[in-house]
């Protein structure tokens, strides 16, 4: 099925990328993105679901497309949807498979030990020609580790914002004033049952806010989450630590205590204040003047 926001040449590192521009501008044509599509549930509420559900609300409310937060029964979460309008009472908020029961998309949002245990429920309660959509590539990689398989008569597809969900909301929020502010997305179609999948995953990331939306798989996508975000935001900092610890310890003659409290200072104090501040040159500029 065509595209129906079309794309943009992007070059980049001598390669074309064909990207989906987003913006407030493009809004007209959600309606056509999800055809087909009357109720979002939204499972989880941790850091995507607030912003996703809210952005999305927003989005969506002329269209007449409800967003319904799913959550576990007796969930502490309940509480904390209200205070953003999302109840019992009026019909947007319930317990978690009946949401799903219910639902044409269905996003899953819930943490990845959450996934792991709740899939197959979440799976099976889904309506034929129904679409689940993820946040996060995890949940692929969990199934090739166990031998599981999707559904063959749903829609499988991802929208991955490029930033934690207190920044979806706030640069979403933005937008309002700033055609195009908002956190970039990459795409992914999966598995397309009914042939919209493509244009279902694109609303959602325009409806969000997502300025540029890049295609990718969810195979990429949880690749690259073990290399960048557990490798090097994980590992890379374990190894600055260490490298300072012992750079204290046999050039600048400090006992251990004092080495690992410089070490620890440096980058939960003056890294962070530097770089919060006056970006990454600064760290430079600072190592040159303490001698280290």
Same mark, same amino acid.
């Given at each position: 099925?065509?595209?129906?926001?079309?794309?943009?040449?992007?070059?980049?590192?001598?390669?074309?990328?064909?990207?989906?521009?987003?913006?407030?501008?493009?809004?007209?044509?959600?309606?056509?993105?999800?055809?087909?599509?009357?109720?979002?549930?939204?499972?989880?509420?941790?850091?995507?679901?607030?912003?996703?559900?809210?952005?999305?609300?927003?989005?969506?409310?002329?269209?007449?497309?409800?967003?319904?937060?799913?959550?576990?029964? *007796?969930?502490?979460?309940?509480?904390?949807?209200?205070?953003?309008?999302?109840?019992?009472?009026?019909?947007?908020?319930?317990?978690?498979?009946?949401?799903?029961?219910?639902?044409?998309?269905?996003?899953?949002?819930?943490?990845?030990?959450?996934?792991?245990?709740?899939?197959?429920?979440?799976?099976?309660?889904?309506?034929?020609?129904?679409?689940?959509?993820?946040?996060?590539?995890?949940?692929?990689?969990?199934?090739? *580790?166990?031998?599981?398989?999707?559904?063959? %008569?749903?829609?499988?597809?991802?929208?991955?914002?490029?930033?934690?969900?207190?920044?979806?909301? &706030?640069?979403?929020?933005?937008?309002?004033?700033?055609?195009?502010?908002?956190?970039?997305?990459?795409?992914?179609?999966?598995? %397309?049952?009914?042939?919209?999948? &493509?244009?279902?995953?694109?609303?959602?990331?325009?409806?969000?806010?997502?300025?540029?939306?890049?295609?990718?798989?969810?195979?990429?996508?949880?690749?690259?989450?073990?290399?960048?975000?557990?490798?090097?935001?994980?590992?890379?900092?374990?190894?600055?630590?260490?490298?300072? *610890?012992?750079?204290?310890?046999?050039?600048?003659?400090?006992?251990?205590?004092?080495?690992?409290?410089?070490?620890?200072?440096?980058?939960?104090?003056?890294?962070?204040?530097?770089?919060?501040?006056?970006?990454?040159?600064?760290?430079? &500029?600072?190592?040159? &003047?303490?001698?280290?």
């Amino acid at each position: 099925m065509k595209n129906v926001f079309g794309t943009k040449p992007i070059k980049l590192a001598g390669t074309t990328e064909e990207v989906v521009v987003g913006g407030r501008d493009r809004f007209p044509l959600l309606g056509e993105a999800l055809k087909g599509v009357k109720k979002i549930g939204v499972l989880g509420w941790s850091s995507q679901g607030p912003a996703q559900a809210q952005n999305l609300r927003d989005s969506l409310e002329h269209l007449g497309i409800k967003v319904v937060i799913g959550l576990r029964k *007796n969930s502490k979460s309940f509480a904390e949807t209200a205070k953003v309008g999302f109840t019992v009472d009026n019909g947007t908020a319930g317990e978690m498979l009946d949401v799903v029961r219910d639902s044409d998309l269905v996003l899953c949002l819930i943490s990845d030990a959450a996934m792991t245990h709740e899939f197959e429920n979440i799976q099976r309660a889904m309506k034929p020609g129904s679409t689940i959509g993820l946040s996060h590539g995890f949940l692929l990689g969990h199934m090739k *580790n166990i031998g599981a398989k999707f559904r063959n %008569d749903i829609n499988v597809v991802g929208v991955c914002p490029k930033g934690m969900g207190p920044s979806v909301r &706030r640069l979403y929020e933005q937008g309002r004033d700033v055609n195009g502010a908002g956190i970039n997305s990459s795409y992914a179609v999966e598995q %397309d049952a009914t042939g919209n999948a &493509r244009n279902i995953a694109l609303g959602w990331a325009i409806a969000i806010g997502s300025p540029y939306v890049f295609e990718t798989t969810l195979e990429m996508e949880y690749r690259s989450d073990i290399f960048g975000e557990r490798a090097i935001l994980l590992g890379a900092v374990w190894g600055v630590a260490e490298a300072m *610890n012992n750079h204290f310890i046999t050039d600048k003659n400090m006992n251990h205590g004092e080495a690992f409290a410089k070490s620890a200072m440096s980058i939960t104090g003056p890294i962070s204040e530097a770089i919060s501040q006056d970006g990454l040159v600064e760290i430079a &500029r600072s190592a040159r &003047r303490s001698g280290t």
